[in-house]
């Protein structure tokens, strides 16, 4: 059965990885409730490439 609510799976990725020039991506999978966060998600994660704490945005 499916799950009931407004809760959604969202993917995150690194934004300073591109601009970096190492070959791969950092992206993470995360779930955020739609109705209480309509813009797109920003959060602080680990980058195992770059090996620090960066910013990484929601991707459509």
Known sequence: ???KGNRVQVILECTEH???GL???SRYIST???KNTPERLELKKFNPIMRKVTV???IK
């Open 18 to 20: 591109k601009t970096s």
């Open 32 to 34: 955020k409730n739609k």
């Open 23 to 25: 070959p791969g991506t």
């Open 56 to 58: 990484h945005k929601e």
């Open 1 to 3: 059965m499916a799950k």
